[in-house]
């Protein structure tokens, strides 16, 4: 079975600083993804940014991306120039990969608080 | 493209009463989950369907616990006889396509408080 733990329960960051989540995970598996979701307030979840275990190149997306390293099974998030609407919980997910039954493993999330 | 829509939002209930949530995943998606999140904690799966077949329930899903998907448009997740620890977020998602191109997308949920 895979585990993904979220080491930080909440964090806060200043406007338009930078700020890194933290998540380890713990799977026998080779081929994987790995996703970080964001859930603001009463929204719902949507997808922030994902990983393909066999690739090497760290995925970005605009002011978001992560530092994966495969050997250590950490998948880390970092956001740049924090805005006050990233101000969610996020959550990191492992999945995986097969054609069947594929559903996501969450860590029980970060609290970020973006603060002007 | 209108996204994954469940209702209600909320849901009151006194305990031994039976609830049912719809989902209504996107359109042309194959897939569709359910998962429960409980506060202070991530989702966790309780079921998956590709098109109108179940294909696993998780040991979250007790037998008071029933889903269906007809015909492979939207789902109804049914509690019979709620108890207090039913008390969560119930999460739909859905998705289309495998490997790299299953993401799956979420809907705002159901949240289910039981007196």
């Known amino acids: 079975a895979q585990t993904v733990t979220q080491s930080q329960p909440e964090m806060s960051v200043q406007e338009a600083e930078t700020v890194t989540l933290s998540c380890t995970y713990d799977t026998s598996e080779s081929n994987y993804y790995l996703f970080w979701y964001k859930q603001p307030p009463s929204r719902q979840m949507i997808l922030v940014i994902r990983q393909e275990a066999y690739k090497q190149q760290n995925a970005t997306e605009n002011r978001f991306s992560v530092n994966f390293q495969k050997a250590a099974k950490s998948f880390s998030l970092k956001i740049s120039d924090s805005q006050l609407g990233d101000t969610a919980m996020y959550f990191c997910a492992f999945m995986k990969q097969g054609s069947g039954n594929t559903p996501l493993v969450f860590g029980k999330g970060t609290r970020l608080s973006v603060i002007a | 493209d209108t996204g994954v829509s469940q209702n209600p939002r909320h849901k009151i209930t006194k305990r031994g009463q039976n609830v049912t949530f719809r989902c209504d995943p996107i359109s042309e998606h194959n897939r569709l989950y359910w998962y429960r999140q409980t506060l202070g904690q991530g989702p966790e799966f309780l079921t998956y369907?590709?098109?109108?077949?179940?294909?696993?329930k998780s040991r979250l899903l007790s037998d008071r616990f029933s889903a269906e998907r007809p015909k492979g448009s939207f789902s109804t997740l049914e509690i019979q006889r709620t108890e207090q620890g039913d008390s969560a977020m119930y999460l739909c998602?859905?998705?289309?396509?495998?490997?790299?191109?299953?993401?799956?997308?979420f809907g705002a949920g159901t949240r289910l408080s039981v007196l």
């Open positions: 369907f590709q098109n109108e077949a179940q294909l696993e």
């Open positions: 998602a859905s998705s289309i396509g495998t490997g790299s191109k299953n993401i799956q997308y």
